[in-house]
């Protein structure tokens, strides 16, 4: 078990540009989630997948976010045409596809817009 | 729709006492699970304990144990003997299809 990977850990970049995270789940976890965290504030849902499938999105989650787990194991959350207020914390977490299992998160990944 | 409500920004224990952090939450569902998740300052989130709805006793993990009043809407964290490690942001979370946080609050351990 080797946790759950996010890649890269800090991005920085400026308003406008396109951003691409990466996560890596625990291998045997079917159900993989994103969320956002802003500074003083908990975690907020993004989306959630089960396997391959986007089973649920965020109204916080506008057009101009695209998440893809195109063979059911890694994921990517895409962010085009970056703004201010994407500055976040992007956490990815994933789950044994069981009622109420504990979800296990990443380090996150820092994005930080100019 | 379900609401976690953590009322308490900050809390200050000395180390070796024990804590309570407050957590009440409001749904419609009769079947739900709550988790207590740990933040320290280098950011990953921790999971500490789970409680499901229809569990008989309250969870206990180690130094942790979840103060569940069901009639209450209340899943308060207590952390036992604290240590200078225990100091971070704690949340209360609710699953539905995904997790619900509250605020968190902020637990410093002193000397």
């Known amino acids: 078990d080797t946790g759950v990977s996010q890649d890269p850990r800090h991005k920085i970049t400026k308003r406008g540009q396109n951003v691409t995270f990466r996560c890596d789940p625990i291998s045997e976890h079917n159900r993989l989630y994103w969320y956002r965290q802003t500074l003083g504030q908990g975690p907020e849902f993004l989306t959630y997948?089960?396997?391959?499938?986007?089973?649920?999105k965020s109204r916080l989650l506008s057009d101009r976010f695209s998440a893809e787990r195109p063979k059911g194991s890694f994921s990517t959350l895409e962010i085009q045409r970056t703004e201010q207020g994407d500055s976040a914390m992007y956490l990815c977490?994933?789950?044994?596809?069981?009622?109420?299992?504990?979800?296990?998160f990443g380090d996150g990944t820092r994005l930080s817009i100019l | 729709a379900q609401k976690i409500t953590q009322t308490q920004p900050g809390m200050f224990v000395q180390e070796k006492e024990a804590v309570t952090l407050d957590c009440t939450y409001d749904t419609s569902d009769p079947s739900y699970g709550l988790f207590w998740y740990k933040q320290p300052s280098s950011g990953e989130m921790i999971f500490l304990i789970y409680?499901?709805?229809?569990?008989?006793q309250n969870a206990t993990e180690g130094r942790y144990s979840l103060n569940f009043q069901k009639a209450r809407k209340s899943a308060n964290l207590v952390i036992s003997a604290s240590q200078l490690g225990d100091s971070a942001m704690y949340f209360c979370?609710?699953?539905?299809?995904?997790?619900?946080f509250g605020k968190g609050t902020s637990l410093l351990v002193t000397p």
């Open positions: 409680q499901g709805s229809y569990d008989q």
């Open positions: 979370a609710m699953m539905g299809y995904a997790l619900n």
């Open positions: 997948f089960q396997n391959e499938a986007q089973l649920e």
């Open positions: 977490a994933s789950s044994a596809d069981t009622h109420n299992q504990p979800q296990h």
